[in-house]
């Protein structure tokens, strides 16, 4: 009995010192909290609703259905060129000052915060970006894998590439010729990002998937569960914890898998063909693979590295310009005069020609125009940050070292301090002639991480608009929404669905 007292005794005492020391570690993190309110509340930003969770909850709110980019930017036009979010002990900041863009996104001083970018390594456990292109954040890592790809996204490479380019976006044209043939009405969100896939496999890999005819593989599905996965992933922390979402998360983490095997095989393919003294295309494969064997790295390490940016270069360059696209027939869909102005350009420069060459891009500025101003007001991938290591001061207002920047051309784009009337779709503003927005319009991002796929996604743009333009006329369907979808990437919310008619031939009853 004596025992039994002796032990209780000493579970509870126990218990009693475990709650103690919870209670002063929960303390201790309340008043590192307060510490860094003191430290950062002089930044200007919208009221906490919460001493701990900071502005977390109106966040998880506003994401609900909403493109919280519209909150950013109402924030914006409050609290001006910077503003503070807090999450817990965590500060963010939000910047529009066109100097402090320049300044922190043009140098190599500010890395990416690996906050953000870490979180993507695995999803749902799963190796998903990796250390790849895009979530690299240790810039010796980032530039070791850049400059052998550089060479492969330059101009003077895809110069060459112009005839994949043309070949792909030809049978666009051929499936929306029997669209028009058949009178059936396209989905032209989904017929752009299934061209974008094919282009972007074809071109970057040498492989044919020609998706355009058989549209029902199993590939195209599991990028788009991996896009979806991705947006829970990052936004909700707790999404993993509910028993409801566990088939989706299996639904994705298979996804990842069929990407990184597919990958795999690919690579080991082209592996073969060297070693068989092949041929190969100086292509966009054949560079990752040169991007092992730089580092110490293990062959296992070399190939998973290998992996990630193969994932990467299909989850950053194909639904991105897909979403552009759509957008783009969006507004001249119900802009008449722009379309015409846009055709007028189009049948000068290429008349009847099927082969688009790199010259007659050059001379399409206005196409080039009404794309910049697509991607003025819809800017695909709305976003980037970076980490700030050392005390700076924004717009006069002196910002401690230690916080994570937020720049979003989605808001830069919306304010009209930047651009007059900014919902107001004019391609006018990137007249050549005009001047050029000051670090305020980025939708490819800035500075040394600005997209390496640039160059790659206005090209690819730009042929299937011309040629889209060249043979065919477009209307909206009715009842079709002009709401923008956020889920991550930002794209229109219905699919851009159009009646599609040859060039010339009367609209259907
Ligand atoms: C309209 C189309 C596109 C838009 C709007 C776009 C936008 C962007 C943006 C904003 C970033 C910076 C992301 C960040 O900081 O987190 C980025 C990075 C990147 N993009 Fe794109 N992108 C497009 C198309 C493409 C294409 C077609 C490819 C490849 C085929 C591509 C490959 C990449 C890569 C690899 C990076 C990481 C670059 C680095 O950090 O070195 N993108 N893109």
């Known amino acids: 009995m004596a025992l039994f007292h002796l032990i209780t005794g000493w579970i509870g005492y126990v218990l009693m010192c475990l709650l103690g020391l919870i209670l002063i570690?929960?303390?201790?993190?309340?008043?590192?909290?307060?510490?860094i309110h003191l430290k950062y509340d002089h930044i200007p930003g919208p009221p906490r609703d919460s001493f701990i969770f900071g502005h977390s909850a109106i966040l998880g709110e506003i994401s609900n259905g909403r493109v919280i980019?519209?909150?950013?930017?109402?924030?914006?036009?409050?609290y001006g060129p910077v503003y503070r979010i807090n999450g817990m002990h965590i500060v963010m900041l939000f910047v529009t000052c066109p100097d402090t863009t320049k300044e922190v996104l043009m140098s190599p001083k500010y890395p990416k915060d690996s906050l953000v970018y870490k979180g993507l390594f695995n999803l749902f456990g799963q190796r998903f970006l990796g250390s790849g292109l895009i979530t690299a954040h240790n810039h010796?890592?980032?530039y070791k894998q850049r400059r052998i790809m550089d060479p492969a996204f330059s101009s003077l490479y895809l110069r060459g590439q112009m005839g994949a380019f043309n070949e792909r976006a030809e049978r666009l044209m051929d499936k929306l010729a029997d669209m028009a043939d058949t009178n059936t009405a396209a989905n032209m969100h989904q017929m752009f990002n299934l061209v974008t896939l094919d282009i972007i496999t074809k071109v970057a890999f040498g492989v044919d998937l020609d998706l355009l005819k058989e549209s029902d593989t199993l590939f195209p599905k599991a990028i788009e569960m991996c896009l979806k996965g991705m947006v829970h992933y990052v936004r909700d922390s707790t999404f993993q914890l509910y028993p409801k979402n566990?088939?989706?998360?299996?639904?994705?983490?298979?996804?990842?898998?069929?990407?990184?095997?597919?990958?795999?095989?690919?690579?080991?393919?082209?592996?073969?063909?060297?070693?068989?003294?092949?041929?190969?295309?100086?292509?966009?494969?054949?560079?990752?693979?040169?991007?092992?064997?730089k580092e110490e790295n293990t062959e296992n390490e070399d190939e998973e590295l290998m992996l990630d940016n193969f994932v990467?270069?299909?989850?950053?360059?194909?639904?991105?310009?897909?979403?552009?696209?759509?957008?783009?027939?969006?507004?001249?869909?119900?802009?008449?005069?722009?379309?015409?102005?846009?055709?007028?350009?189009?049948?000068d420069v290429i008349g009847m020609k099927q082969e688009i060459s790199f010259d007659d891009l050059g001379k399409m500025t206005y196409l080039s125009q009404v794309l910049k101003e697509t991607l003025r007001l819809y800017p695909t991938a709305p976003g980037t940050s970076r980490f700030?290591?050392?005390?700076?001061?924004?717009?006069?207002?002196?910002?401690?070292?230690?916080?994570?920047?937020?720049?979003?051309?989605?808001?830069?784009?919306?304010?009209?301090?930047?651009?007059?009337?900014?919902?107001k779709f004019d391609p006018e503003r990137f007249h050549p002639d005009t001047a050029k927005p000051y670090y305020c319009y980025y939708p490819f991002a800035l500075g040394p991480r600005s997209c390496l796929g640039q160059s790659f996604a206005q090209m690819e743009a730009k042929v299937v608009m011309a040629k889209l333009l060249q043979r065919f006329d477009f209307s909206l369907l009715p009842g079709q929404s002009f709401d923008i979808l956020d889920t991550g990437t930002l794209r229109p919310k219905s699919g851009v669905v159009c009646s599609i008619r040859h060039r010339g031939q009367t609209a259907a009853a």
Request: contains cysteine; glycine residues 6%.
């Open 25 to 35: 570690v929960f303390l201790c993190f309340c008043l590192y909290i307060k510490y």
């Open 69 to 78: 980019h519209d909150k950013f930017l109402e924030w914006s036009e409050t």
């Open 140 to 142: 010796d890592a980032w």
């Open 246 to 293: 566990k088939k989706f998360i299996n639904e994705v983490k298979e996804s990842v898998k069929l990407l990184r095997s597919t990958g795999r095989r690919w690579i080991n393919e082209r592996k073969m063909a060297i070693q068989n003294g092949e041929d190969v295309p100086k292509d966009i494969l054949t560079q990752i693979l040169k991007t092992a064997g």
């Open 312 to 347: 990467t270069l299909f989850v950053a360059g194909q639904e991105t310009t897909a979403n552009q696209l759509a957008f783009a027939i969006m507004e001249l869909g119900r802009l008449p005069e722009i379309l015409a102005n846009v055709k007028q350009e189009v049948d």
């Open 388 to 423: 700030i290591p050392n005390d700076i001061t924004i717009n006069g207002i002196p910002i401690p070292a230690g916080v994570t920047c937020f720049f979003n051309s989605y808001v830069c784009g919306r304010l009209d301090k930047f651009f007059e009337e900014p919902l």
